[in-house]
């Protein structure tokens, strides 16, 4: 199969065959106490609205593919399965230590040839936030459609602000319906290059979303990373077998450690083979703190999650107050943010909302 | 007996009739949630010594007075009790209500009268703080010696530096050993007048410290709160028989509201009958997380009481963090104050100490 001469199943009803495929690593320690090692942000209702960012996710590309596969870490798979019951156990696809975005999803796209054969795959983070599923949902038609012919297809967030927690896609020429080319990915800039280009205009966020056909990602990663690429498909091959176990020790630590952007996006997009559909709906990674904060609440009011027992203030300015089992009352602090968990509590102001990152090793060298 | 005949049981031994009187009154609502209104500042252990500050108040006047009486409202009796039982039973007055200062030390001295004839009263709060307890006790020798003769005694506390927390005591012409007229007494004074004072010096700190015979304060009283004094010989007169509860119901909410700094002390200081006794022992009222801290810590450490477990920071210096069952970890707030009691947390800094007092009223109107 070519992208001159694509699968008919595929033509025919592409998203019958669309499978997702969602990463969920990654602890979130920006989010700590609430994320934990053994409760990653994935596996948080972090808004407060009875789902957590897996649940969310999983329900968000259901109405789009019939088929789901996870991958996660061994040590999150029960809680995994617990919590989206929906996805056969079958597809929840367990890595024994995390060897960064790429192994992860090219085993996953090696385990659909695999099963199913070549498909179109989706692949979307397991932690982030996306409100309007529709809009999302139709973004993704359209990039499954560009993805058809060929194409890496990226999903570019429409930016709103010149944020620098974000790498931007540089968009170039039109391709065929909402798609245009990849002109280049950059980094997470500073304040005045983000600034610089909002103002110039053509560039989005990349949100790591990334559509694509098995074939064509994993025809890339023959070229681009061959021991990648020979060390999922044999771990594929015998992934359904009884010598999984045996393959994985073997082989799973072999695997080069690198993202799909640096392994794949970045120099397909030079070789002109990634393409990005813009994407305008809503999305937050909601990182920190911060983002929570502000998504969460009106400006300069208190915001409660996950508790029911009152928050008062004095001469306080919205304080974002999360778990917990009894009253809060902040004084004299604006923006504070006090985070109970099972395990800890938490005292920061939005500000500082990054530093949380090195919260739990401040507490280790206690 | 009067100043020029003094009761030869007091002259020979002034100390065995030394009875000291402890008001225990005042939530110290800077203090919430440790303080609370079932549960005032003298019923904290607020240093986490394992002594509250009740207990710490009657172990510094042991030595000195083997009568101990404690005056403190009727909800607080059993708690008082509980933590002082030295104390006998019949020694804890209650009273039904607050009716300031004045009646609380008045009812005790017609009480002492009534049951034990004159004596030297020396009356001191109960939420105070005072490291060095034999210092204290020599202050109090020598102003029992003045009072003796006749004069209400302050104690003055000299001052450390311009607190605008206190009031202060101008001292005038000496007299005899240490002791030197009160020439006025001044109410809590704005930075500039305070920094005036110490630099002029012959100011110490009014701590709420006096002692004086009971027939003095009482001729006093009769002369310049006549309806207060009546009326507490009156409760006194049917304290220990039958008929106290109808007494008490009847006269009780009579008695003039005042404190006795503007009672006894001011209006007698500028009689010339008010004797001051320098104080140079350490000495604090504690009266909020900021002093709290100030007198738990190194500067710029970390300040933890009541609490095993760990206090972390992260670009975070000298937080106080008091009570919990939890870990806790401050980042990026400087001075934080957090606090845990069994019905709430408060979050603050040592600069917004003061307005702790609006805590509970902000969390009763969520």
Redesign the interface.
């Known amino acids: 199969m070519t992208a001159e001469n694509p699968d008919p199943r595929i033509v025919s009803d592409f998203l019958d065959d669309l499978i997702t495929v969602i990463p969920a690593g990654g602890v979130g320690s920006r989010l700590?106490?609430l994320s934990q090692p053994h409760r990653p942000k994935f596996l948080l209702d972090l808004l407060g609205t009875g789902a957590t960012l897996i649940q969310d996710t999983v329900a968000r590309v259901s109405p789009l593919s019939e088929r789901v596969m996870i991958v996660t870490g061994e040590r999150h798979a029960d809680a995994v399965g617990a919590q989206v019951p929906a996805v056969p156990a079958a597809n929840l696809v367990t890595e024994p230590s995390p060897r960064d975005s790429m192994a992860a999803i090219a085993l996953a796209a090696a385990l659909i040839e695999q099963r199913w054969g070549t498909a179109v795959m989706a692949s979307f983070a397991a932690d982030h936030l996306i409100p309007d599923g529709e809009a999302f949902r139709a973004t993704v038609r359209e990039a499954a459609r560009v993805a058809r012919d060929g194409k890496v297809v990226v999903i570019g967030i429409e930016p709103t602000e010149p944020s620098t927690a974000f790498g931007y896609i540089e968009m170039g020429d039109p391709l065929s319906g909402e798609a245009r080319e990849v002109a280049a990915f950059t980094e997470k800039p500073d304040a005045e290059t983000a600034a610089g280009m909002l103002a110039r205009g053509g560039y989005a966020w990349n949100a790591g979303m990334f559509v694509m056909r098995t074939d064509v990602l994993l025809g890339h990663l023959d070229r681009l990373q061959p021991t990648l690429a020979a060390g999922v498909r044999e771990i594929a091959a015998a992934w359904d077998g009884p010598e999984r176990a045996d393959v994985v020790a073997r082989v799973w630590s072999t695997l080069t450690k690198i993202a799909i952007d640096h392994a794949i996006a970045e120099p397909v997009a030079a070789e002109g083979g990634v393409a990005v559909v813009p994407g305008s709906f809503e999305w937050h990674d909601v990182g920190d703190f911060d983002s929570l904060a502000e998504l969460s609440g009106a400006a300069g009011g208190t915001v409660a999650i996950g508790r029911d027992l009152?928050?008062?203030?004095?001469?306080a300015r919205g304080?974002l107050v999360v778990g917990?089992t009894?009253?809060?009352?902040?004084?004299?602090?604006d923006d504070?943010v006090?985070v109970?968990s099972d395990?800890?509590?938490?005292?920061?102001?939005r500000?500082?909302a990054q530093?949380?990152k090195?919260?739990a090793a401040?507490?280790a060298?206690?």
Chains 1, 2 share one sequence.
């Not at 009894?326 to 602090?333: R, S, T």
């Not at 395990?343 to 102001?349: D, F, K, N, S």
């Open positions: 700590w106490p009152p928050v008062a203030t004095v001469a304080p917990g009894k009253p809060v009352v902040v004084v004299g602090v504070a006090v109970e395990e800890a509590i938490l005292v920061t102001v500000s500082a530093r949380v090195d919260a401040a507490l060298d206690t």
